[in-house]
């Protein structure tokens, strides 16, 4: 089983809705839970970064964290065709438990919003 | 401010042969984490190098390795190659004054082994 879980989709939605993406995952030493954004053929591009648990909103995007259920989310509001891409989520542990930079991706959800 | 760079973008080898790949980090950062892409297995942690020093490593052979210069800058190495090591190679920064815990990504190399 792996660490981090995470649905590879594709997921298809017309403009405008709210998308939800999720992952889950088994390491309870995990304190840092990220969601990147990859284009094709580009490098992830950070969208979002949360410390523990805990919900945090930039523009459409809000990422929530229940460590007790070990489940993060990322919600996107009003979404766009440019929206359209790779999500990845990514977490790492503390830098006391030696895995402050090592990331750990889930498989990514690809997302594709149609006019 | 200049992003990750990474050289080269593409490299075609064949089995057998070694590859080396280049990592520029953003200017301050100290620490280089290297992570590989495959359809596949996802992105995976390759290892970190933090002031010269190896701090972290993924599950990889040997064949796998790394350095870090004085200068931040770091390059990946890859002997022996295998068909299986085709692959977006990824090279991440942190370690900044303003928010240390983040890591940038570069754009990667992408290797084919033929």
């Known amino acids: 089983q792996k660490e981090v879980e995470q649905d590879p989709g594709p997921l298809s939605v017309p403009e405008g809705a709210i998308v939800s993406l999720n992952c889950t995952y088994s390491?309870?030493?995990?304190?840092?839970f990220m969601w990147y954004r990859q284009y094709s053929r580009k490098g992830p591009e950070l969208l979002m970064y949360?410390?523990?648990?805990g919900n945090k909103e930039d523009g459409r995007f809000t990422a929530q964290v229940d460590k007790s259920s070990k489940y993060i989310s990322l919600f996107i509001r009003d979404s766009q065709p440019s929206d359209s891409a790779t999500y990845l989520c990514?977490?790492?542990?503390?830098?006391?438990?030696?895995?402050?930079?090592?990331?750990?991706f889930g498989a990514g959800t690809r997302l594709a919003v149609h006019p | 401010k200049a992003g990750v760079t990474q050289t080269p973008r593409y490299l075609i080898k064949t089995r057998g042969q070694q590859v080396t790949l280049s990592c520029s980090p953003i200017?301050?950062?100290?620490?280089v984490s290297w992570y590989q892409q495959t359809p596949g297995q996802g992105l995976q942690f390759l290892f970190e190098?933090?002031?010269?020093?190896?701090?972290n490593k993924g599950n990889f052979p040997g064949r796998f390795s790394g350095r870090q210069f004085s200068n931040s800058r770091s390059e990946m190495n890859v002997s022996t190659l295998e068909l299986g090591d085709s692959a977006l190679y990824l090279c991440?920064?942190?370690?900044?004054?303003?928010?240390?815990?983040?890591?940038?990504f570069g754009a990667g190399t992408r290797l084919s082994v033929l």
């Open positions: 991440a920064s942190s370690g900044g004054a303003d928010r240390g815990d983040i890591q940038y």
């Open positions: 390491n309870s030493a995990f304190q840092y």
């Open positions: 949360t410390y523990s648990s």
């Open positions: 990514a977490m790492s542990g503390s830098m006391f438990s030696g895995g402050y930079n090592k990331l750990i």
């Open positions: 200017s301050g950062h100290r620490s």
């Open positions: 190098y933090f002031s010269e020093t190896q701090r």
